[in-house]
């Protein structure tokens, strides 16, 4: 298995502008989380999607930021207009209700810089 | 979920074992103890869980106290590439949904 996918790896932008990150999540998991990592704030998650519903966006900093699950196959993280601030590594992670342990599989990260 | 502290870092030398403790004080009966580690520049690795049995595999052995308010992640061998940082996280095993990553153990094995 390839593990979860995320594109693109590194994301350089100007500040307004709109940024859509994507992400795959593992075949036959059925949960997708959104993280965000920033030296200040450390690891918070975003938002988490079960079966393709969101479940809980209570970590979305504000409305500038959007996501969606279309199918179980694919997610995006956009946000719209950027800002500096926004600047950080996201994650996207998956798991399986279905497995025993139900840990978490992280992908390796979009580095955003908006300048 | 309950909150978890960590030691915000630690050294260990390289072939030594390396002790990361974490307390969860505030745990409910039904959470499990959650440990990943982040190696710089990936994402966050599984690393072991339990519930309170110590509980061992190819990476590590976790060991939880009686009372289950702490527990300390093992790595028997610690090598360079375990550097890396180490969070403690606890939630029910059928709540595949959030898990609150605190600031974690920076963990630096030295030659």
């Known amino acids: 298995d390839a593990g979860v996918i995320q594109s693109p790896r590194h994301e350089v932008t100007e500040m307004g502008q709109e940024v859509t990150l994507r992400c795959k999540p593992i075949?036959?998991?059925?949960?997708l989380f959104w993280y965000r990592q920033t030296m200040m704030r450390g690891l918070e998650l975003l938002i988490y999607f079960n079966n393709n519903v969101p479940i809980d966006d209570s970590g979305m900093p504000e409305d500038r930021f959007s996501a969606k699950m279309p199918n179980a196959s694919f997610s995006t993280l956009k946000i719209q207009p950027s800002e500096p601030r926004d600047s950080a590594v996201y994650f996207c992670a998956s798991c399986s209700s279905l497995a025993v342990y139900n840990e978490q599989f992280f992908g390796p990260g979009t580095r955003l810089t908006v300048l | 979920d309950a909150k978890t502290t960590q030691p915000t870092s630690m050294d260990c030398a390289e072939g030594r074992a390396a002790n990361l403790p974490c307390n969860h004080s505030t745990i409910s009966g039904n959470e499990y103890v959650y440990w990943y580690r982040q190696i710089h520049s990936q994402g966050p690795q599984y690393i072991i869980h339990g519930l309170k049995n110590n509980e061992t595999n190819e990476m590590a052995s976790l060991i939880i106290t009686e009372d289950r308010k702490s527990s300390t992640l093992i790595l028997p061998h610690a090598t360079l590439r375990d550097t890396a940082v180490y969070y403690c996280i606890v939630r029910p095993l059928g709540n595949a949904g959030k898990s609150t990553f605190g600031d974690g153990t920076t963990l630096t094995v030295k030659p």
């Open positions: 075949s036959g998991h059925d949960y």
